[in-house]
C-alpha cells in the first residue's frame, strides 16, 4: 500500500471505516454517511484513482438518522487482499474493537487529519466534535495527547466520548488541512 493511502486510511479508520477479516476476504469498508453526496462521491474517487477499489461508484442508500433526518450512506468497498491483515492486526484488539496504533505517528498527518474530519467531524455552536466511543478511555487520552502535540493545537476537551475543538483550533486545523479538504466539507472549518 502506498503512503498516501495509509495516510487517508489512518484518517478513515478513526472514525466508522472498518476492516473485514473472515475466512474468505480481509478488506477495508470505508463508511461515509451524511448529506453531501459530492463528498462521497470525492473520497470514492480519490481510492478508486489510487487503485484500492473499482472505478464503479457504489450504491448510495437514504437512512433514517437522528431526529428523522433522512441521510445518506455509502460504503466503498475495497479489493480483497492480504495487505489489510497487517493494518488489520496494528487497529483491532479483536474482530469488533479498535484501538489506535502505536504506528500512529507514522501514518497519521495533515491528510489523515482532514479525511478524518470531513468525514466524522461535526459542527455545533461554533465548535467541531468527533465521537471517539469507539476507542478505550486510555486510547482517546492519546490521541488528544497526539493531536495537540503534532499539530500544537489548544487543549482539546472531551465531552461524554467526543473530542471537543474549539474556534481557534477550528482556524488552526483549516490552515493545515486546507490543500485536501473538499470543496462540500470547507464549512466544517470556516466558524
Not at 442508500?61 to 491483515?85: C, E, F, P, Q, V
Not at 479525511?115 to 492519546?142: H, P, R
Request: aromatic residues 14%.
Amino acid at each position: 500500500m502506498n503512503k498516501i493511502y495509509l495516510n487517508i486510511v489512518y484518517g478513515l479508520l478513526l472514525g466508522e471505516s472498518f476492516i473485514i477479516n473472515n475466512k474468505k476476504e480481509i478488506k477495508l469498508i470505508i463508511k461515509i454517511e451524511g448529506k453531501h453526496i459530492s463528498y462521497m462521491t470525492d473520497i470514492h474517487k480519490k481510492i478508486s484513482e489510487l487503485g484500492y477499489c473499482e472505478e464503479k461508484l457504489p450504491v448510495i442508500i437514504s437512512k433514517l438518522g437522528k431526529k428523522g433526518k433522512l441521510n445518506k450512506l455509502m460504503l466503498i468497498h475495497t479489493y480483497n487482499t492480504n495487505n489489510y491483515l497487517e493494518l488489520y492486526n496494528k487497529w483491532y484488539v479483536d474482530k469488533f474493537c479498535k484501538n489506535i496504533p502505536n504506528d500512529l505517528f507514522c501514518y497519521f498527518n495533515d491528510e489523515s487529519l482532514a479525511y478524518w474530519l470531513m468525514t466524522e467531524g461535526k459542527i455545533s455552536n461554533s465548535k467541531l466534535y468527533v465521537n471517539m466511543k469507539q476507542f478505550n478511555e486510555k486510547d482517546i487520552k492519546f490521541m488528544i495527547q497526539f493531536l495537540e502535540n503534532k499539530f500544537r493545537l489548544d487543549k482539546i476537551n472531551l465531552i461524554n466520548y467526543y473530542l471537543e475543538f474549539n474556534c481557534n483550533n477550528i482556524t488552526k486545523i483549516y490552515d493545515i488541512t486546507k490543500p485536501y479538504i473538499l470543496p462540500s466539507m470547507k464549512f466544517k472549518f470556516i466558524t
